[in-house]
């Protein structure tokens, strides 16, 4: 009789390659989206009910929490808005989802180009665009 050989490898035997590693950090990347979303979410729904905020306005806050976001609306004091610590959830929330969106479309466009030079000029052109747009991006969450 053929003996079937197991298709995994027992857990002595496996390593932390880079592979392992992006796929470790895709999943805790969308895992700190989520918490961002809910801090957001629960922040502009506290928010919403202390200025009497419509529904739109408090979608607006809770999925990007930038005082640019409340600056044109209904809401007569945006002092609150303006803290450290929503600076620092925008900024987390940006960084994290950037970063998440930056590895998949590279995890998406090594499907389509077989050669390792092309996954390599793909891999840097993708993480140069990401260094373009991060300081962009943290730039009018901090100035706004």
Do not use: C
């Not at 995994?8 to 979303?37: C, D, H, N, Q, V």
């Amino acid at each position: 009789m053929d003996q079937v050989k197991s298709r995994t490898l027992p857990l002595s035997k496996r390593g932390m390659s880079f592979e392992t590693f992006m796929w470790l950090f895709t999943r805790l990347t969308a895992l700190a989206m989520y918490g961002f979303i809910l801090v957001g979410v629960v922040g502009a729904l506290v928010m919403g009910a202390l200025n009497q905020m419509s529904f739109i306005e408090v979608l607006r806050w809770a999925l990007m929490t930038n005082p640019g976001h409340v600056e044109y609306t209904n809401v007569a004091d945006i002092a609150p808005w303006v803290s450290t610590f929503w600076r620092l959830v925008a900024t987390g929330m940006f960084l994290t989802a950037s970063s998440h969106g930056m590895h998949g479309v590279i995890v998406i466009l090594d499907d389509y180009f077989a050669k390792a030079s092309q996954r390599k000029w793909i891999r840097i052109l993708n993480m140069l665009g990401f260094f373009i747009v991060a300081p962009i991006g943290l730039y009018v969450i901090w100035t706004a």
